[in-house]
């Protein structure tokens, strides 16, 4: 079916045959780019789509990655009307079965979210799910939820169809054509090699699959994923299958099971995987396997049987061993990489590639063709992984984890155990001689709270460690807490141009006079968010810009693209400086006896330099958890002298659970939380941080927004009962309506109440009751418009101590 002469130039090469590359494809004809080509070094499909069990599942952990599925789930359900070419799409279908409490709640929190989503789930009774499922033994099931809409496709003919679509309308095909290398020129794609010639472009997406981290280096771009052995077994027929099944899914025994050809498919995710040394597979693995590992699967096998009776006398056709890639933490990669302009990825599937090709490939069409994704897909920015992560060794250790996390229970704040301590603060040991509790971010170790006094267990309930958190609030709240926040990005802009530059890319008030501290949106053509930064003038033609931790990467690569014609430099300095926020009533006295009493002078919003302990600091007057202090930036080196200093005058570390818990009471909105690429600052609230006068990127489209009648739609929570746990994405009830989810949820430890950010479709007043759906319990909570805690104006000392000793 493939085409013959290769042209010397396309818009689009897409490179890959597997369900990534041809949902690309497909889509990228459909928005009009019908000169787009397709190369495949073998055949289509050979890579892993052809062997995959193919299970379309649309329930996903947030709404726009379900979104995505469903999406998927509508194209595979009509492709064959569309292309006359069947897709083996079965709707039969899948029951989730949960065989302790906790499974039992974590399938609770997914019928919630379905409710909140649109998608048609239900609880089920034990008896009920035996009954959907007669082979199954159920006398360990404690129950079940039941997905009607959830399917399978032949994936080779879901690709012959997408393609054959595409084709129709002008895209070509080319098998047996390798690429070999990728020509670039300013850090720019120009055009691919191939083993049939060069074609110039002007953009690729890189669908490689498990070959993508080495295709894109042949563009300098990282793309850190690597490919994991995943295994099932297939037997002959057995008894008591008849016809098709739903998928049944028995995630506590680590197991996905569906009859296949009149017998059982029983695939598993295994708690540790096995990975597969890159080079192992080469251009040479066509339509192949690796060998079976009966060892490896055997305790896989033991809960098979325990779950299948039936399986003990069935006749094994194979246990199948195909290779599937990992990213560093389970979700896939999609969008142009920091490293090469028009180079965009959509690889690093982790074995959900079949149910999310068709909305990952309309999505990375839409980004190649529009600039960006249809809606917010931050959780899959192809910019998000710090370098490190794209190290071999970091992936070999990684990869196999998240293969066995595929099952796991969402449980809150869980941490990967593999590939950690890659990036060390400069405070980190003594973090680690406090007893610190640290969390990964963007490779940081980060203190989560500190003082633990017993392992961390985790649970849907209030932590072992809610105290230790209270006691890191309270010392906020009353005496004075160190906050780390040196993992936050940091990016110095300089130069003659460097407030016209910002002036354009920044919503905010960025010409204020050098000394100020300017809290700023960054909005992209849509009037929507990119990012939100705090930005220190230092002078006139300096700024210091500070990001989320994990924004650096995209925000540098944002920043660089808009700084065409601009006489400035951008230079990353997250290394060179750490920052101490030091909070709370005596922060006042603290820095005065650490030789900065002229700090107290300094007003809010406002950045001075002094001494602390004797060295060079920037402190600025903000705080971003609603008690009174400083944000210190010092040079690296320097942190430890004046960490000493400010413990010594009686400053105590807290962690990033008591931040967030404050963050959420002083009703601060987050990236990736309330702010993302489909909120833009009017419905966050925060159109005060933008300049009326425009000239920045999204202004048009803020004031058409406005002119529409956009409204501010994010609000605080506080819930009535002080022992319900929120975590997080739980639908919220006005009556019987869904009007919205929660974004940020903790204990509230000012407020003596569990608290959250909201999201919400509808306006409510202040003092507004709704109720909170957690695994399927109604809790009532209070709305409320603006803060949960707001001192009146920060003060230096509490005036009435309104701590909760809850
Ligand atoms: C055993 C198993 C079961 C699975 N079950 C499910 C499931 O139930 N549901 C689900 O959603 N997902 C499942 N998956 C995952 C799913 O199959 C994959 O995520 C998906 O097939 C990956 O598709 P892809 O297009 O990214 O990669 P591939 O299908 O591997 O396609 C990549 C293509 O790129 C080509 N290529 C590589 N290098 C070059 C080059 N230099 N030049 C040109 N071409 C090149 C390769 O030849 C290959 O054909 C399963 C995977 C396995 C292994």
Aim: glycine share 10%; with cysteine.
């Amino acid at each position: 079916m493939a085409d013959s002469n290769l042209p010397s130039h396309a818009s689009v090469v897409v490179i890959g045959g597997g369900i990534m590359g041809c949902s690309t494809l497909y889509h990228l004809a459909k928005m009009g780019v019908t000169d787009a080509i397709l190369v495949e070094r073998n055949k289509l499909t050979s890579g892993t789509t052809w062997h995959s069990a193919a299970q379309v599942r649309a329930l996903r952990h947030s709404r726009n990655l379900t979104r995505m599925i469903q999406y998927s789930v509508d194209l595979y359900a009509q492709l064959e009307a569309e292309t006359g070419q069947s897709v083996g799409w079965i709707q039969k279908g899948s029951l989730s079965i949960a065989t302790n409490p906790d499974r039992l709640i974590h399938i609770r929190r997914q019928e919630a979210l379905a409710h909140a989503y649109g998608i048609e789930v239900r609880s089920i009774s034990a008896a009920e799910a035996q009954e959907r499922w007669p082979l199954m033994n159920a006398e360990d099931v404690l129950g079940a939820v039941w997905s009607p809409d959830d399917g399978r496709v032949s994936p080779s003919d879901v690709c012959a169809a997408l393609v054959k679509a595409a084709r129709g309308l002008g895209a070509r095909l080319f098998e047996n054509t390798g690429v070999t290398g990728i020509l670039t020129e300013n850090g720019r794609i120009r055009g691919v090699e191939t083993s049939r010639g060069t074609i110039m472009c002007d953009a690729v997406a890189l669908c490689a699959g498990l070959w993508s981290r080495e295709v894109g280096a042949m563009a300098g771009a990282e793309v850190p994923l690597l490919a994991c052995e995943h295994f099932y077994l297939l037997t002959k027929p057995v008894e008591g299958i008849t016809g098709n099944m739903p998928t049944l899914s028995d995630h506590d025994s680590h197991l996905y099971i569906r009859d296949d050809s009149g017998g059982l498919l029983v695939g598993c995710f295994e708690p540790m995987g096995k990975p597969i040394d890159p080079g192992r597979l080469d251009a040479d693995f066509e339509f192949q396997l690796l060998p079976e590992d009966w060892d490896h699967f055997e305790p896989m096998m033991l809960n098979a049987l325990h779950r299948l009776p039936a399986l003990e006398t069935a006749e094994v056709k194979m246990l199948l061993n195909g290779p599937e890639s990992f990213t560093p933490d389970g979700t896939f990669m999609l969008g142009e990489t920091a490293e090469t302009r028009g180079l965009f990825l959509g690889c690093g599937m982790n074995s959900v590639g079949i149910a999310s090709g068709g909305g990952a490939g309309m999505n990375l069409a839409h980004c190649i063709v529009h600039g960006h994704t249809a809606y917010d897909l931050g959780e899959a920015d192809a910019k998000r992984f710090a370098p490190v992560f794209n190290s071999l060794d970091h992936l070999m250790d990684r990869a196999p984890e998240i293969l066995g996390t595929h099952y796991d229970i969402a449980y809150p704040g869980k941490q990967m155990t593999t590939a950690r301590g890659l990036r060390k603060l400069p405070l980190h040991a003594a973090y680690v001689a406090e007893h610190a509790e640290f969390g990964q971010f963007y490779g940081w170790e980060r203190p989560l709270f500190f003082r633990r006094n017993s392992d961390v267990i985790p649970t849907f309930f209030r932590p072992a460690y809610f105290d230790q958190i209270r006691d890191e609030v309270r010392a906020a709240h009353e005496a004075a807490a160190i906050f780390d926040a040196s993992p936050f990005g940091k990016i110095e802009v300089t130069g003659p141009d460097a407030e016209a530059f910002l002036l354009k890319t920044c919503a905010g008030h960025m010409a204020r006079a050098p000394g100020s501290v300017i809290y700023s949106a960054v909005l992209n053509e849509r009037g929507t968010y990119e990012s939100d930064l705090t930005a220190q003038r230092i002078a006139e033609d300096h700024y210091r810009l500070f990001t989320g931790t994990a924004a650096i990467k995209r925000d540098l690569a944002w920043f660089r693209r808009h700084a065409e014609g601009y006489d400035v430099t951008l230079t990353d300095s997250t290394e060179d400086y750490a920052v101490l926020g030091l909070m709370g009533p005596d922060a006042a006295r603290i820095v005065a006896d650490c030789g900065a009493p002229e700090l107290n002078d300094l007003n809010y919003f406002r950045v001075g330099p002094a001494h602390i302990a004797g060295k060079h600091v920037r402190a600025a007057r903000m705080s971003y958890v609603g008690e009174a202090g400083w944000e210190i930036t010092c040079k690296s080196e320097n942190a430890r002298t004046i960490y000493a200093a400010l413990t010594a005058a009686g400053a105590r570390p807290a962690g990033l659970y008591a931040q967030t818990s404050m963050r959420i009471e002083k009703g601060f909105c987050a990236m990736g939380h309330e702010l993302d690429g489909d909120t833009t600052p009017i419905q966050a609230g925060l159109m005060f941080a933008t300049r009326t006068s425009g000239g920045f990127v999204g202004f048009e489209a803020l004031q058409e927004r406005r002119a529409q009648g956009a409204r501010p739609r994010i609000l605080s929570l506080t819930f009535d009962d002080p022992d319900a746990v929120p975590i997080g994405h739980e639908p919220i009830y006005l009556g019987k309506d869904i009007i919205g989810q929660t974004t940020s949820c903790a204990f509230g430890h000012r407020v003596g109440k569990p608290v959250a950010l909201a999201h919400v479709s509808k306006p409510l007043e202040t003092g507004q009751k709704v109720r909170v759906d957690v695994a399927r319990t109604l809790f009532d909570a209070t709305a409320t418009i603006g803060p949960l805690f707001d001192p009146k104006g920060l003060r230096m000392k509490p005036k009435t101590p309104a701590f909760s000793e809850r």
